[in-house]
Nanobody
Framework: QVQLVESGGGLVQAGGSLRLSCAASGGTFSSYVMGWFRQAPGKEREFVAR????????SYADSVKGRFPISRDNAKNTVYLRMSSLKLGDTAVYYC???????????????WGQGTQVTVSA
């Protein structure tokens, strides 16, 4: 019923910037907590950032705090992750997710996008 589609990934040099977008359809977007997660090769999927339905509250993983602000535009049914000061360790598939609870756990997010690849080169 709810579909999420990520875009904006690509290849970028260390120290550079990218903005990821996640477009939602099929639901009431503003009622969902939206999160970003990532999965690097050979590693488990991990929480990156989340934002309240209104956009008034955010939370971040320590590894990205201060570098990857999350935002949303409910009029456009879109959530963003602006990534700056990118590091080699940020290389991963980035996933957008929607849920109903203010937590970082993957199990609490019911809807997931297909992922977009972010590759950071030296």
């Amino acid at each position: 019923q709810v579909q999420l589609v990520e875009s904006g990934g690509g290849l970028v040099q260390a120290g550079g910037s990218l903005r990821l977008s996640c477009a939602a359809s099929g639901g009431t977007f503003s009622s969902y907590v939206m999160g970003w997660f990532r999965q690097a090769p050979g590693k488990e999927r991990e929480f990156v950032a989340r934002i309240t339905g209104s956009g008034g509250g955010t939370s971040y993983a320590d590894s990205v705090k201060g570098r990857f602000p999350i935002s949303r535009d409910n009029a456009k049914n879109t959530v963003y992750l602006r990534m700056s000061s990118l590091k080699l360790g940020d290389t991963a598939v980035y996933y957008c997710a929607g849920g109903r609870v203010w937590v970082a756990a993957m199990s609490e997010y019911s809807y997931w996008g297909q992922g977009t690849q972010v590759t950071v080169s030296a």
